[in-house]
């Protein structure tokens, strides 16, 4: 039975943690879905990590939903989430409406993935709820907004900062948000809005005490050039591909193969 947005709520109340990732592909989305993972998030971190973009920033919608309706096609367990990209959402709940609508419609999408709270996207999340679209909230370290936090620091440092990303949190459940990714805050943080919540939290850099976790699939598997402090690598494929493919080359070269 593919896995619902319920199913997630429920896990918290079950005291069972949430496994999250992030595909931009059909091959990397099937293996993903096969190794029994909860959610997959077609994150907007696949402009970096798939289209070579420096940050998430230049990503269009139109380009996400290509990727995601490619994920959707390697998916039959896990739920499919897909992030509105910077500047699909941000100018009215209207054009948020749209864009995760073409996410829902065009590409299969369960959900949508936004970022941001108190108090635009508060409004907007509501809107999207109220018209049946499921949204996940994505608060603390969220990165469209780099250019105004001065670069991918760690937020919610300070009482006042984490007060501030409490009351988002809250305000984000209250508009309906059915989860929340909690993105690189100090992990008491992570405690202090899981406990708070009752739907699930899901941490990136967030600490132990969240209800689920998220990873970028190319920094759990070792791809990335480059990764964050509070990534895991579980495998280096970046060394195995790579001397996979200089064999490969040896051999033709030698004329080893075929
Ligand atoms: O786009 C992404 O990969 C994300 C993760 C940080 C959760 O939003």
């Keep these: 039975m593919a896995i619902t947005t319920q199913q997630l709520i429920r896990l918290k109340q079950q005291g069972k943690a949430i496994a999250a990732v992030t595909a931009w592909d059909y091959l990397l989305a099937s293996l993903l879905d096969q190794a029994g993972v909860d959610l997959i998030l077609v994150g907007d971190s696949l402009a970096m990590v798939a289209l070579g973009y420096d940050t998430t920033l230049p990503l269009t919608l139109d380009e996400i939903l290509h990727h ?10 896990a739920l499919v989430v897909v992030d509105l990209p910077f500047m699909s959402y941000q100018e009215s709940p209207e054009q948020a409406i749209r864009a995760a609508g073409r996410a829902l419609k065009e590409a299969g999408a369960q959900a949508v993935k936004l970022e941001g709270g108190y108090p635009a996207m508060v409004a907007t999340v509501a809107r999207l709820v109220q018209a049946g679209i499921p949204v996940l909230g994505h608060v603390g370290l969220t990165p469209q907004s780099v250019h105004q936090f001065g670069g991918y620091r760690k937020q919610g440092t300070s009482p006042e900062a984490s007060d501030r990303i409490v009351e988002e949190a809250i305000a984000l459940e209250q508009a309906g948000v059915f989860g929340i990714i909690l993105e690189h805050i100090p992990s008491e943080l992570g405690l202090r809005i899981s406990q708070k919540l009752t739907i699930p939290t899901i941490g990136i850099g967030a600490g132990p005490h969240c209800d689920g976790q998220v990873l970028v699939t190319a920094d759990l598997l070792g791809l990335s050039d480059w990764q964050p402090p509070f990534a895991k690598s579980y495998v280096n494929l970046r ?7 200089q064999t490969y080359c040896t051999e033709v070269r030698e004329h080893k193969f075929p």
């Design 239 to 245: 060394e195995t591909v790579t001397q996979a493919v």
């Design 68 to 77: 995601a309706k490619a994920v959707r096609r390697g998916v039959k367990q």
